[in-house]
């Protein structure tokens, strides 16, 4: 049974939503604003210190197709930064995001952000990287699940890689708790495609991947998932948000959308995974609305599911998608998804 539907976004914590923003649209073509929200963060006090903290919030998304990014800025704090990453490392190491050409995208995004250049992949497909002002770390993959069909397209999220202690009970969790089952590979050794910081390490690498079988309502535009665990060998990793709130500066949360949050919290109960977070029902976002909830995986690593109640369609004019009542578990009509393009921030 299909729990998720897709990546709907990876959360990233900044100090400038504005400017992470404009980034990620002109490097990423992540132009659509599905909301831009203000407001305190008050079921989050678990993994805030305890306290109630107000932020900046702007889920953006890239109607090729694919996930979009919560850029998270913190508006009653300023947020932390961490050590620099390291493979491995327990968190969120990389964001995937997808292309129809990974030599293509490299050679548009090259020229205004330094990348390196394409490298075969443990399965033989290419692959390069890239980092933001805050250090994070980003990997542009080929994918072929996409809402629109044209030549070359860069696209939004289909995809995170995430460093693990115990490889086996990641899988576990990943497999038995959302039903990301397929593992396209697991190999072990030292990787070019990881660039020059990890050249001399040795790294366990295992890929999961979920093929979306769409059906629920975004599940065309969110497309295909690829999970990937990575364990360094023969050095010590780290906590990459040890000591920092969530909503600090780095990708502070993988989120899944689901159609179903009840069926999907008994299937994790039976694992012994249980909510850390829960907004019990529709919870107003503002612009948007809906059920959230957070789980942690075996490290620490957040994981949000969100079951979509309420989605802007046109702003301006107060129209929007009201999935609640909604019985059918088809996906939306592609003209209807359209829609939401209309928010599409112009350069």
């Not at 994918?143 to 939004?156: H, L, P, V």
């Not at 708790?177 to 366990?204: H, P, Q, S, V």
Request: proline share 2%; net charge neutral; hydrophobic share 40%.
């Amino acid at each position: 049974m299909a729990y998720i539907s897709g990546i709907q976004q990876v959360g990233i914590g900044c100090t400038d939503a504005s400017k992470t923003f404009t980034w990620l649209r002109k490097t990423f073509g992540l132009n659509v604003k599905i909301f831009d929200d203000e407001a305190k963060a008050a079921l989050m006090t678990h993994y805030t210190g305890g306290e109630v903290h107000a932020r900046r919030a702007i889920l953006a998304m890239n109607m090729n197709g694919g996930g979009g990014t919560e850029i998270w800025q913190f508006t009653s704090r300023v947020a932390a930064a961490g050590n620099a990453m390291n493979w491995g490392d327990y968190g969120i190491n990389a964001i995937k995001f997808k292309s129809t050409n990974v030599e293509t995208a490299y050679n548009i995004i090259n020229k205004n952000v330094s990348c390196t250049s394409p490298k075969a992949g443990p399965a033989g497909a290419l692959s390069f990287l890239l980092k933001d002002e805050a250090g994070n770390q980003y990997q542009v993959v080929k994918d072929e699940s996409w809402f629109k069909n044209e030549a070359f397209m860069q696209g939004g999220i289909c995809g995170v890689v995430i460093g693990v202690s115990n490889m086996e009970a990641s899988i576990a969790f990943y497999q038995n708790g959302f039903g990301i089952n397929n593992i396209l590979y697991d190999t072990t050794g030292k990787f070019d495609d990881l660039g020059e910081d990890a050249k001399n390490k040795t790294y366990r690498r295992v890929l999961l991947s979920f093929k979306n079988p769409f059906t629920a309502a975004f599940s065309r535009l969110l497309g295909d998932v690829q999970i990937e665990l990575i364990q360094v060998l023969d050095s010590q990793a780290s906590k990459i948000f040890e000591n920092r709130f969530w909503g600090d500066i780095g990708f502070i949360h993988l989120c899944f959308d689901v159609s179903n949050m009840k069926a999907l919290k008994t299937n994790l109960e039976k694992y012994q995974y249980h909510f850390t977070v829960d907004s019990g029902d529709t919870f107003d976002m503002g612009e948007s609305g809906g059920r959230f909830a957070y789980v942690e995986d075996p490290d620490g690593t957040l994981i949000e599911m969100v079951e979509t109640h309420k989605v802007p369609v046109l702003k301006k004019l107060g129209i929007y998608f009201n999935l609640k009542k909604r019985k059918s578990q088809k996906p939306l009509p592609n003209w209807m998804v359209s829609l939401m393009g209309l928010n599409k921030v112009k350069d």
